[in-house]
């Protein structure tokens, strides 16, 4: 599937993949900043977010998908830069098809195993009573709660909002998608093998969850230490995209040609 996304700039491709509760709008912002540093910045709608959300979707491969838009665009070889759920897609993108990945930089991942704090377990209570009670807007404000610091902007909550809302619409009307069989799961020491650089980051305001996925991580990934997002949440790249776009491009710039 052909993925609806955005592009800017010219150079080195850096593909952006939102959070679980966001869309590709998270990256507005950094699309332009990105262009502006000499790359060509691509963001993606992930199947049951944004403009992906308008069907029932059985046994999604986001990971395919993503690669399938790129091959569209004429992209073969890339960086990767996932937030939550598009951390977890860009790690499957990477054991999936690992010549095409140039480095891959995950922010805020959690595996699914992991059992979550009261915190996280109270977010996830907090979002469902409210849609069982159809209170849409008990719904987002249970999102905003959960994954935007203190410290965000109006304007960065205004926004988040917005996404959750759409991204709940479009639960309630389609349902969860159904992922296929994880390519993770497949091969346990995959992530290992990756012949890459990566870079763990997390929010500092984020949710312990997420430092302690953070820190599993990148010892898997012999990542070295975690980096953490000054006064940023579990959306810490859209509440701080000029550190967030600082972070990446060093990344990148340190990357093989």
């Given at each position: 599937m052909i993925l609806p996304f955005d592009e800017a700039g010219q150079g080195r491709p850096i593909v952006l993949l939102h959070a679980r509760p966001a869309d590709r709008t998270m990256w507005r912002t950094h699309l332009r900043l990105l262009a502006e540093a000499?790359?060509?910045?691509?963001?993606?709608?992930?199947p049951g977010h944004g403009d992906a959300s308008t069907a029932r979707l059985d046994r999604v491969t986001p990971w395919t998908d993503v690669l399938d838009t790129l091959d569209h665009?004429?992209?073969?070889?890339?960086?990767?830069?996932?937030?939550?759920?598009?951390?977890?897609?860009?790690?499957?993108?990477?054991v999936t098809e690992p010549r095409r990945v140039q480095g891959l930089v995950s922010?805020?991942?959690?595996?699914?195993?992991?059992?979550?704090s009261p915190r996280l377990r109270t977010a996830w209570d907090r979002e469902r009573a409210a849609l069982e009670a159809d209170d849409l807007e008990?719904?987002?404000?249970?999102?905003?709660?959960?994954?935007?610091?203190?410290?965000?902007?109006?304007?960065?909550?205004?926004?988040?909002?917005?996404?959750?809302?759409?991204?709940l619409v479009a639960r309630v009307t389609y349902g969860e998608p159904k992922a296929a069989t994880d390519?993770?799961?497949?091969?346990?020491?995959?992530?290992?093998a990756l012949p890459f650089p990566t870079l763990v980051g997390v929010g500092e305001l984020d949710m312990p969850d997420f430092f302690e996925?953070?820190?599993g991580l990148s010892d898997e990934l012999g990542a070295g230490e975690i980096v953490v997002l000054p006064d940023g949440g579990h959306l810490a790249p859209m509440e701080q995209p000029e550190a967030f776009?600082?972070?990446?491009?060093d990344f990148v710039g340190r990357l093989p040609a």
């Open positions: 000499g790359v060509r910045a691509i963001a993606l709608d992930l665009l004429g992209v073969d070889r890339f960086a990767l830069a996932g937030n939550s759920l598009g951390a977890l897609v860009a790690l499957q993108i990477a922010i805020g991942f959690r595996p699914h195993d992991l059992p979550p008990a719904a987002v404000q249970a999102g905003l709660d959960a994954w935007t610091s203190p410290k965000a902007s109006d304007a960065v909550r205004e926004q988040a909002a917005a996404m959750m809302r759409n991204q390519p993770l799961s497949k091969d346990t020491g995959a992530l290992r996925g953070g820190a776009c600082a972070l990446l491009l």
